[in-house]
Nanobody, 125 residues
Framework: HLVESGGGMVEPGGSLRLSCAAS????????VTWFRQAPGKEREGVSS????????YYTDSVTGRFIIFREYAEKMVYLQMNDLKPEDTGIYYC????????????????????WGQGTQVTVAS
């Protein structure tokens, strides 16, 4: 399964690093994606990283501010979030997919086999 951590409350312009820890499956072969869900909104894909090829994708609103990376030996995926904005507020989930995903489908929720329980990120003054 997947377990997220690292959420919290931060002021605009601040930074947080989210962590996603995997267990119970062959993590290194999975695409891992961070999704977020703001109150009253649909869950959306934020950033994704491929398995062997380590392709990375970002939604437009976080490009240049967020960085996704993974540590294979530790079975971890991280999301470094910089210059946070109030609109980044939401519950952040990590998810893992056994399929190789690409730019056209990495944010499709039904592609994912495993989901974490989520971690709250709040950006406010």
């Amino acid at each position: 399964h997947l377990v997220e951590s690292g959420g919290g409350m931060v002021e605009p312009g601040g930074s947080l690093r989210l962590s996603c820890a995997a267990s119970g499956f062959s993590f290194r072969y999975y695409t891992v994606t961070w999704f977020r869900q703001a109150p009253g909104k649909e869950r959306e894909g934020v950033s994704s990283i491929g398995s062997v090829e380590t392709r990375t994708y970002y939604t437009d609103s976080v490009t240049g501010r967020f960085i996704i990376f993974r540590e294979y030996a530790e079975k971890m995926v991280y999301l470094q979030m910089n210059d946070l904005k109030p609109e980044d507020t939401g519950i952040y989930y990590c998810a893992a997919a056994s399929d190789v995903l690409d730019r056209s489908n990495w944010s499709f929720k039904d592609k994912y086999n495993y989901w974490g329980q989520g971690t709250q990120v709040t950006v406010a003054s």
